[in-house]
Nanobody, 126 residues
Framework: QVQLTESGGGLVQPGGSLRLSCAAS????????ISWFRRTPGKEREFVAA???????SYTNSVKGRFTISRNNAENTVYLQMISLKPEDTAVYYCAVAPGSTILSELWGTRSYDAWGQGTQVTVSS
């Protein structure tokens, strides 16, 4: 089974940037759909962005124009480039993999995913 490891989180000032990485091991992600979710204390995991195996992408409205998801299948890694960060982006960010056949609307929930990473903390604060 694919195992996922996130990295790249940290403390950044409002307006700053971070790039999160999600490295996969134990299997290839080239035929998988990969997503980023985030969670703040007391809330459910929230869908952030998805990169489908077909190459299409999807974003939640609050991050459109600021976050970019990309994948490097040769490196078995997915990235989340975040710019113009806001305090409300503060959360633990998780990556997850789903079968490549998963339809887009099912990627927005958490039930279709086969594996999750352990998360990386992003804190946006002055």
């Amino acid at each position: 089974q694919v195992q996922l490891t996130e990295s790249g989180g940290g403390l950044v000032q409002p307006g700053g940037s971070l790039r999160l990485s999600c490295a996969a091991s134990g299997g290839t992600i080239s035929r998988k759909s990969i997503s980023w979710f985030r969670r703040t204390p007391g809330k459910e995991r929230e869908f952030v962005a998805a990169a489908r195996s077909s190459g299409g992408t999807s974003y939640t409205n609050s991050v459109k124009g600021r976050f970019t998801i990309s994948r490097n299948n040769a490196e078995n890694t997915v990235y989340l480039q975040m710019i113009s960060l806001k305090p409300e982006d503060t959360a633990v960010y998780y990556c997850a993999v789903a079968p490549g056949s998963t339809i887009l609307s099912e990627l927005w929930g958490t039930r279709s995913y086969d594996a999750w990473g352990q998360g990386t903390q992003v804190t946006v604060s002055s």
